[in-house]
């Protein structure tokens, strides 16, 4: 008796609609409570935005202040802030799967942070 047995190789491909963006942001040389942020004028502002994803982001990350794309990338820096630049900031971010031959899946998150910029002032006394 012969005994023959077969194998093959068999590719099972499994396609899902990517998972909304999880973000969350971190603001240095700042004072927050919550989504709020306050800063003294002139202060350096570094905005981080971290994004867990699956499928992993592949770089899409905007910082959007108002309907304007201030910055492409996870940081946002800067410099010396001013009190007109108070107001709502957002960290936008992507997350795309491109299975062949199927239309394209993405998946849109974001998250608000409001940046309140104080004014410096000195106390003089007499």
């Known amino acids: 008796m012969v005994l023959m047995v077969l194998y093959e190789n068999v590719i099972i491909r499994v396609v899902c609609f990517p998972d909304a963006p999880k973000i969350s942001v971190r603001v240095t040389n700042t004072q927050s409570q919550g989504d709020t942020v306050k800063v003294n004028e002139g202060n350096r502002v570094n905005m981080t935005c971290s994004v867990d994803a699956n ?23 800067t410099a010396s802030v001013i009190r007109s630049q108070t107001g709502n900031y957002s960290c936008r971010a992507q997350n795309t799967l491109l299975p062949s031959g199927r239309p394209i899946l993405t998946q849109v998150g974001s998250k608000r942070l409001e940046l309140i910029v104080q004014c410096e002032y000195t106390i003089y006394t007499l």
């Open 55 to 77: 499928p992993p982001i592949t770089g899409r990350h905007e910082w959007v202040q108002g309907d304007e794309v201030l910055h492409q990338g996870a940081h946002y820096v």
